[in-house]
């Protein structure tokens, strides 16, 4: 299908409330509530959007909130979608979609450990790049990186005799 | 020429690691000029032994120790056996071809022994891929030397040498041509260049049996190898090319050195399931039309 | 800090006649982790063609007398290049190319690239640049060999010296058990 097409399909099929905005000619966005996010994906799954290519987040910390983004990609539409909801920046919490793509369970892991999300249902916790890490996540806009880097790797300093 | 046995020896011993070196040295300045590169000088070869044994080693257990010396031992007693040029280690011991083929193998197992008790899975890959091609290149060549056998009615090399002499068309090469082209394939194997280089492939098993050794390991590791190259392309010279001379019998096995390094510095590396199948095919075929063209 | 002076370790004696026999014969084992990585093969291959000095690359830190440090270094492959460096055998060096090993470079205030190298482990030569071409890498190869011959890099010395000070700045890396910033909740 055409992009117009597809855009004219979801809106007129797609019962709840969303938001599409056209980014290109090949890849448009879908902003959906919290607890609709398993409905469009799997509605999505059905449309030939088959493959999960990347689960995301980002930190609005002005407005106190998280924007989860789920991309999928169509290899028979040859378009993009990008899936976004807002979650409680004091209580992030989402559910896990790895019932719909097994795949997904890795990219949780991932924006947990970068982000702090909660993903109910998907137990897998454990640290997948970082080593050893105590602090809070560190892609999360109050994390202060150049502090952070200067306590502990030390800082460079001029005078220093070089050994 | 001194009648001591053991000095015999080891001028023998000395010889062979002192030019095995200088041709490993020659070969990568040659292989260098093929790729447009200068490489370092002729005796890099001896810098870097002096150096490996300089560094400190680290051992695992006895019997690495034990293996890697197996390994070099092996080599340099086969060495005994080789007419070199005009010289052999006991006069009365022509150098049998049958025992020259027998004690070869050694060298591999003391090297197996030595690197499979390092404990690295990938020093075990590699000799084992070490082996399985010996299975390969072992069958042109021992049909090789069963041809030879059945011209000369005799498996002593110095009988073999003494019917090449005379004229340059007498020499094996040419009066057996198939034979020689498959035993310099069955030679390639034997030294491990490419395309039969599975056993090393830095690239993918570390290197294979050397992954462990370090220092003076690595050293014995370097002077095997320089020994080996001396005894495998002098018994080849040997066989088909007529022995000759200290001089002759030295540029022949350069010679073959460098038509070795020739074909290696132009070709990629087989699988070793490949290269064994390869050996059984192409290079034993080739032995076998020349034995049937002998028998009719 | 380092505990003895680079003086009292100085090669003396026979080892200035082996050290002649080891800067001619430098094998490496190149730490790709960073972007230098892709300015070695040039250097290795016929338009600049390193074996000149007898250096090549080598498959294992068990056969290697040379450690690059090719770029930046993060947290995790730290510890592995600490593994690498104490499975080699002595006499060794280390090599840290571009501006990342010595002062973080353009991640300065990165979370998981490590700021100093020379912190961790005894670098004996840093190549300047970002990331150095390689005539720099060439440069630094024949200041190393100069140091060599003269006996002057004894990094592996300084590490064996100083081992608890070198201990001490890896731990507080790799084995953190406290968080690094005050959590203010």
């Known amino acids: 299908m055409e992009q117009k097409e597809l855009i004219k399909y979801i809106q007129e099929n797609f019962k709840y409330d969303k938001n599409i905005q056209k980014i290109d000619d090949k890849q448009f966005s879908i902003t959906v509530e919290k607890d609709k996010i398993l409905n469009i994906l799997s509605f999505l799954k059905l449309l030939d959007f088959k493959q999960l290519a990347l689960i995301t987040a980002v930190d609005w910390i002005k407005e106190n909130r998280f924007e989860v983004v789920y991309i999928l990609f169509s290899y028979s539409h040859i378009q993009q979608i990008l899936v976004k909801t807002f979650i409680d920046r004091d209580k992030p919490e989402i559910e896990t979609i790895k019932t719909l793509w097994e795949v997904a369970s890795m990219y949780e892991r991932d924006v947990h450990e970068f982000f702090g999300i909660d993903f109910i249902g998907n137990d897998d916790k454990r640290p997948l790049i970082l080593h050893n890490w105590k602090d809070k996540p560190p892609l999360r806009k109050d994390f202060d990186s150049l502090k952070y880097s200067n306590k502990i790797f030390g800082k460079f300093k001029k005078d220093e005799e070089n050994d | ?296 | 800090m380092l505990l003895t002076s680079t003086k009292d370790l100085k090669d003396k004696g026979f080892e200035e006649i082996l050290n002649f026999f080891r800067k001619k014969s430098l094998w490496m084992l190149h730490y790709c982790t960073g972007c230098g990585a892709v300015e070695l093969p040039p250097t290795m291959t016929s338009r600049w063609d390193m074996e000149r000095f007898g250096m090549g690359p080598m498959a294992t830190p068990r056969q290697a007398d040379l450690l690059l440090i090719t770029g930046y270094l993060s947290v995790k492959s730290l510890k592995r290049v600490i593994y690498t460096y104490e499975q080699m055998q002595e006499p060794k060096w280390v090599i840290a190319f571009g501006s990342c090993p010595i002062n973080g470079g353009i991640y300065y205030d990165s979370y998981s690239v490590i700021n100093r190298l020379a912190l961790y482990l005894p670098v004996d030569l840093s190549i300047e640049g970002c990331m150095p071409r390689p005539e720099a890498i060439i440069d630094g190869f024949t200041k190393l060999m100069k140091q060599i011959e003269k006996g002057e890099a004894i990094g592996y010395k300084k590490y064996k010296e100083n081992y608890e000070w070198y201990k001490k700045n890896q731990r507080e890396v790799l084995e953190r058990t406290t968080p690094v910033l005050e959590q203010e909740e």
């Open chain 2, 1 to 296: 020429m001194v009648n001591n046995y053991i000095l015999r020896f080891l001028f023998a011993a000395f010889l062979s690691i002192i030019l095995g070196l200088l041709y490993m040295g020659i070969g990568r300045k040659y292989i260098a000029r093929i790729r447009r590169c200068y490489a370092g000088p002729f005796y890099q070869s001896y810098i870097d032994v002096i150096k490996l044994f300089s560094k400190k080693s680290i051992s695992h257990n006895w019997i690495m120790d034990f293996g890697v010396m197996m390994g070099f031992a092996g080599i340099i007693a086969t060495v005994i056996f080789l007419p070199i040029g005009p010289f052999t280690v006991f006069p009365d011991m022509k150098g049998n071809l049958i025992v020259i083929m027998y004690f070869m193998t050694i060298g591999y197992l003391g090297m197996a022994m030595g690197v499979a008790a390092s404990g690295n899975p990938n020093a075990t890959i590699g000799i084992a891929r070490a082996l399985a091609l010996m299975v390969g290149y072992e069958i042109p060549f021992a049909l090789a030397v069963i041809l030879l056998v059945f011209v000369n009615k005799s498996s002593l090399l110095a009988d073999i040498i003494t019917t090449q002499q005379g004229s340059i068309f007498h020499w094996n090469a040419f009066r057996y041509p198939f034979a020689f082209v498959g035993s310099l394939i069955a030679l390639q194997g034997m030294l491990g260049e490419q395309p039969f280089d599975a056993m090393i492939a830095p690239a993918e098993i570390a290197s294979g049996p050397m992954v462990e050794l370090s220092g003076k390991f690595l050293g014995f590791g370097f002077l095997q190898h320089g020994a080996q190259i001396f005894l495998e392309t002098g018994i080849i010279a040997a066989m088909f090319l007529g022995g000759g001379t200290f001089l002759g019998f030295f540029t022949k096995q350069l010679f073959l050195y460098l038509v070795t390094l020739s074909i290696a510095a132009v070709f990629p590396r087989y699988r070793f399931e490949d290269a064994v199948k390869f050996f059984w095919i192409i290079p034993t075929s080739l032995v076998l039309i020349q034995l049937l063209i002998f028998l009719i």
